[in-house]
């Protein structure tokens, strides 16, 4: 049974190759259209980007953000994670490498043993 299977995937990738060398051949274009791809900061300059942005700085959720505007859950979590990498570069860079030099050192076995007595493993 999954020979035939096999077979007819054979028979529809075939079939979808030979579709678009026709479509090609005949002067069409597969891809991705030229300039649709839009640079970072033009979508962050983007009337609802700044409208995601604002609220995110409020504190409110992905998905009230995303019911509120209309938007894509996708698209929210994109700014979001578009506007927390600015803040790091920007902002929290130095201070978190200063509170990594401020750390003490740890080996495995250590942090193993530091785990356990936390009651975090349990």
Do not use: W
């Not at 479509?23 to 995601?52: A, C, H, P, W």
């Not at 076995?109 to 493993?121: N, Q, R, S, Y």
């Amino acid at each position: 049974m999954s020979s035939l299977y096999e077979l007819e995937r054979e028979n529809i990738l075939e079939r979808t190759e030979m579709g678009r060398k026709m479509y090609v051949m005949n002067g069409g274009k597969l891809g991705r259209k030229v300039g649709s791809v839009e640079s970072r900061d033009t979508f962050l300059k983007k009337e609802q980007t700044q409208k995601i942005i604002s609220l995110l700085e409020k504190g409110k959720s992905v998905r009230d953000i995303s019911s509120r505007l209309g938007t894509s859950f996708r698209t929210v979590t994109k700014v979001r994670k578009m506007i927390g990498i600015e803040k790091m570069d920007k902002k929290q860079g130095e201070g978190f490498v200063k509170g990594l030099e401020e750390q003490p050192i740890v080996s495995p076995f250590e942090f193993t043993e530091l785990m356990v007595l936390d009651g975090v493993g349990n």
